[in-house]
């Protein structure tokens, strides 16, 4: 302990100065993203629904998280933007950089999250991929087990982690 008293000055500071130079790094040369997202369930069309019908829709989500992220199925998706956003040179490239497939819970439902640094672009990306997924899906995978949508993407009111004080510490 006495050898660290007599330098907790210069402890305290340096620590300080870190925490400076990481807060104005973060306000000043990181982009804000934003990210829209919608939530699907993968179900079998029939009334009855047995435990084993659970077990192949995890297992299915692994397989539409593929089959989303393919190229054939991206450039789809970049084919059903609206004209504002499909005139910037999006590839399906840089769709599967942005988009997130990732399972919720254990019952067949995912999400899809898009996020990059427009939120219009983030949500029109998401609406697009929406629309397109289902029916891409059961085109692929004639006896696929059925998706529907639960939950339709919002545009980000608001950028992800920006709170720079909670970074900083």
């Given at each position: 302990?006495?050898?660290?008293?007599?330098?907790?000055?210069i402890m305290v500071l340096v620590s300080l100065i870190c925490g400076l130079v990481t807060g104005l790094y973060l306000s000043f040369f990181k982009n804000d993203t934003y990210t829209s997202s919608s939530i699907m369930y993968v179900y079998k069309s029939e009334n009855s629904v047995a435990s084993s019908d659970i077990t192949i829709a995890e297992d299915m989500v692994e397989l539409y998280d593929l089959i989303i992220?393919?190229?054939e199925v991206l450039n789809v998706v970049v084919s059903n933007l609206p004209e504002q956003h499909s005139n910037i040179g999006i590839t399906a490239s840089y769709?599967?950089?942005?988009?997130?497939?990732?399972a919720i819970g254990s019952k067949g439902v995912f999400k899809i999250s898009?996020?990059?640094?427009?939120?219009?672009?983030?949500?029109?990306?998401?609406?697009a991929t929406e629309?397109?997924?289902?029916?891409?899906?059961?085109?692929r995978i004639p006896n696929a087990l059925q998706l529907t949508v639960i939950e339709s993407p919002t545009m980000a009111r608001y950028a992800n982690n920006k709170n720079i004080s909670r970074n900083v510490l």
């Open positions: 302990l006495n050898i660290f008293l007599p330098k907790l000055w992220t393919t190229d769709l599967r950089s942005v988009i997130n497939v990732s898009v996020t990059t640094t427009d939120p219009s672009l983030s949500y029109a990306i998401a609406e629309k397109v997924v289902p029916a891409e899906i059961m085109n």
